[in-house]
Each structure stands twice: as structure tokens, then as C-alpha cells.
Antibody
Framework: EVQMLESGGGLVQPGGSLRLSCAAS????????MNWVRQAPGKGLEWVSV????????YYADSVKGRFIISRDRSEKTLYLQMNSLSAEDTAVYYC?????????????WGQGTLVTVSS | EIVMTQSPATLSVSPGERATLSCRAS??????LAWYQQKPGQAPRLLIY???TRATGIPARFSGSGSGTEFTLTISSLQSEDFGIYYC????????FGGGTKVEIK
């Protein structure tokens, strides 16, 4: 059974940093690109970033480029999102999401989400 | 960035009736279009990809159509468990989501 469990969310002050984790199981982690998608309270979905199965290729939404870093540990089957220079606009539930196929950008499995709140 | 526009914002449908949701892209996305259902407090659930392919385990009452810039999700006979917010997503050029259509049970 595919499972993905995010952790690391919480309350952080503006300008601060936070690292999210997503522990994956039930599939060949290294074979799939992995993504982060966020959802501000009461708002729609916003794609944040993707990393290839090898970890060698990454891409970011313009809203987080230069501030967020996506990475993965293939041995630990864990996806990460390092978030720096946070602002109130980054307040959201952050989901990790797996593509249906190895490189696809539509997502069949999602974690339960972890809430990040940026506030003083 | 490709902008995805969904309509209507809210749809009230009686059980057993047909529901038709629309999604428009600001430029062609070919058939690289997915639909998701999201219920309160839950992660999104993939319904449709490549515009018309049902995801694993999705009932046949859900169908998708369209290509280019105009897409439709149809729920042929709405069930009470189908309430929620429906999002379209293009993946032709990276990823953008529509703003969602809230389906209410009348």
C-alpha cells in the first residue's frame, strides 16, 4: 500500500525557515518524480516544486523560486522541502504528491498534508 | 503561466441528476488535463487524467472530455458522496490548477 506521511510543519515567524519531510513507502521511491503542492486556508491548490526520481532535476513555481529547495534521500525514501525567507503568503497546508507514472505531473497519491503558519 | 478558469464557482445538484463542470485554459494544453475531487480536511483525489482517462477505482459515472482549451467533467448521476470541490489541472507546461467548482447536494 502506498503511503506518504508529511511532517515538519508548524508556526514560524516571517523571515524564518522550516524544513518539511515526506516519508514514502509502498512503491519504488527512486523511480518516481515527487512533488510539493500547497493550499492556503480556504483557497485552491498551488503546485510548488518537483524533483526527478534521481534527484538531479528540480523545478519551482515562480512564487517560491530562490527561497525553497526540494531534495530527496533515496535510501531513506524521504522527500524534503527546505523553506527559507518565509512570509505570510506561504501559510498553507503542504502536500507531497506522487505522479501516476515515473515522470508524470498528475498525482495519484497524496500525503495527508502538514500545516505551515507564518506569523509573528 | 497557463491560467485555468473553472465554471461555475458553485453547482447545486439533486441526487440522481447530471452535473457538468467546465474548465478553460488560457492556451492550448492538448489533452494534458486532470481532474481532482477534494473533500473538507482531505487531500485531493485524482479522478481523470489525459482529459478522459478515469483513474484507478473511479466510478464510471465520472467522465471527462475536451482538448486544447476547453474541458468538461461530467458526473452522470450525482450521488450524495460526490459533494466536494473539483479542480482541473493542466500539466502541459509544468502545473497549474483551476480555482475549483464546489458541488453541493441540493
Amino acid at each position: 500500500e502506498v503511503q506518504m506521511l508529511e511532517s515538519g510543519g508548524g508556526l514560524v515567524q516571517p523571515g524564518g525557515s522550516l524544513r518539511l519531510s515526506c516519508a514514502a513507502s509502498g512503491f519504488t521511491f527512486s523511480s518516481y518524480a515527487m512533488n510539493w503542492v500547497r493550499q492556503a486556508p480556504g483557497k485552491g491548490l498551488e503546485w510548488v516544486s518537483v524533483i526527478s526520481g534521481s534527484g538531479g532535476n528540480t523545478y519551482y513555481a515562480d512564487s517560491v523560486k530562490g527561497r525553497f529547495i526540494i531534495s530527496r534521500d533515496r535510501s531513506e525514501k524521504t522527500l524534503y522541502l527546505q523553506m527559507n525567507s518565509l512570509s505570510a503568503e506561504d501559510t498553507a497546508v503542504y502536500y507531497c504528491a506522487k505522479g501516476v507514472y515515473s515522470g508524470s505531473l498528475f498525482f495519484d497519491y497524496w500525503g495527508q498534508g502538514t500545516l505551515v503558519t507564518v506569523s509573528s | 503561466e497557463i491560467v485555468m478558469t473553472q465554471s461555475p464557482a458553485t453547482l447545486s445538484v439533486s441526487p440522481g441528476e447530471r452535473a457538468t463542470l467546465s474548465c478553460r485554459a488560457s492556451q492550448s494544453v492538448s489533452s494534458n488535463l486532470a481532474w481532482y475531487q477534494q473533500k473538507p480536511g482531505q487531500a485531493p483525489r485524482l479522478l481523470i487524467y489525459t482529459a478522459s482517462t478515469r483513474a484507478t477505482g473511479i466510478p464510471a459515472r465520472f467522465s471527462g472530455s475536451g482538448s486544447g482549451t476547453e474541458f468538461t467533467l461530467t458526473i452522470s448521476s450525482l450521488q450524495s458522496e460526490d459533494f466536494g470541490i473539483y479542480y482541473c489541472q493542466q500539466y502541459n507546461k509544468w502545473v497549474t490548477f483551476g480555482g475549483g467548482t464546489k458541488v453541493e447536494i441540493k
